[in-house]
C-alpha cells in the first residue's frame, strides 16, 4: 500500500523567509503527486500538482514543488513568505484516480512578523 | 456561491441519533468523494461515487453510509452517532474526461461532533 509522510508536523517561519515542506512517498511504480493548501475554516484547494513532464512544478501563490524519484520526495518550496500563507499543507499521492488518493498527515506553516 | 456546498457546517450531536450531512455541486462532475479529516490523521476517504448508479466504499466505510440522490447531489448519514466520529467532514468532486484536470474540489467542511 502506498504511503505518504509528512515529516514536520508544523513549520514556523519569519515573514520573507525561504521554507521548504518535506513530503516523502512509498511506491515503486509511477505515481501522480499533489499538495493542497487548507486556510483556517476552509476547505482544501490544490497549490500544485505532478503528473508527468518536468520534475519542477510550479503552483499558485509563488510555490513549487520538485518530484524526485530516487528520493521519492516532493518538497514543496517557496523562496519568501507571507503571513497569509498561514495554513495548513497537505502532501498526497495516487497511482490512478482519486479512489486511490492517500494524504499525508499535514504540516501546518506558521508565518510569524 | 461556492461549486462545493456542504451542509450544516456545524453540528452538535448526542450518541446514538442519526446525522446527515448533505452536499451538492454546480461543477457539473460525476465524481463525488466523502472524506473524514482528524486532527493528525490527515484525510481520510469515507465513501465515492463515480456516478448515480456507483457507490464504492472507501479507506473507513464502517459507521457510515450515503446516498446519491442526483449528479449534483451526495449525502453522508451516520445511522447512529458515536464520539469517535467526532470530526470535520470534506466532500469533494472531480471531473472526468475532458473535465479532468486531475484535481479534486473540496466543500468548506462540516463539523461534527458527538457527545
Known amino acids: 500500500a502506498q504511503s505518504v509522510t509528512q515529516l514536520d508536523s508544523q513549520v514556523p517561519v519569519f515573514e520573507e523567509a525561504p521554507v521548504e515542506l518535506r513530503c516523502n512517498y512509498s511506491?515503486?511504480?509511477?505515481?501522480?503527486l499533489f499538495w493542497y493548501v487548507q486556510y483556517p475554516n476552509q476547505g482544501l484547494q490544490l497549490l500544485l500538482k505532478?503528473?508527468?513532464?518536468?520534475?519542477l512544478v510550479k503552483g499558485i501563490n509563488g510555490f513549487e514543488a520538485e518530484f524526485n524519484k530516487s528520493q521519492t520526495s516532493f518538497h514543496l518550496r517557496k523562496p519568501s513568505v507571507h503571513i497569509s500563507d498561514t495554513a495548513e499543507y497537505f502532501c498526497a499521492v495516487t497511482r490512478g484516480g482519486f479512489q486511490k488518493l492517500v494524504f499525508g498527515t499535514g504540516t501546518r506553516l506558521l508565518v510569524s512578523p | 456561491d461556492a461549486d462545493v456546498t456542504q451542509t450544516p457546517r456545524n453540528r452538535i450531536t448526542k450518541t446514538g441519533k442519526r446525522i446527515m450531512l448533505e452536499c451538492s455541486q454546480t461543477k457539473g462532475h460525476d465524481r463525488m468523494y466523502w472524506y473524514r479529516q482528524d486532527p493528525g490523521l490527515g484525510l481520510r476517504l469515507i465513501y465515492y461515487s463515480f456516478d448515480v448508479k456507483d457507490i464504492n466504499k472507501g479507506e473507513i466505510s464502517d459507521g457510515y453510509s450515503v446516498s446519491r440522490q442526483a449528479q449534483a447531489k451526495f449525502s453522508l448519514s451516520l445511522e447512529s452517532a458515536i464520539p469517535n466520529q467526532t470530526a470535520l467532514y470534506f466532500c469533494?468532486?472531480?471531473?472526468?474526461?475532458?473535465?479532468?484536470?486531475?484535481?479534486?474540489?473540496f466543500g468548506e467542511g462540516s463539523r461534527l461532533t458527538v457527545l
Open positions: 505532478y503528473l508527468s513532464g518536468s520534475t
Open positions: 511506491s515503486s511504480v509511477s505515481v501522480y
Open positions: 469533494a468532486t472531480s471531473g472526468t474526461g475532458t473535465e479532468n484536470t486531475g484535481e479534486l474540489f
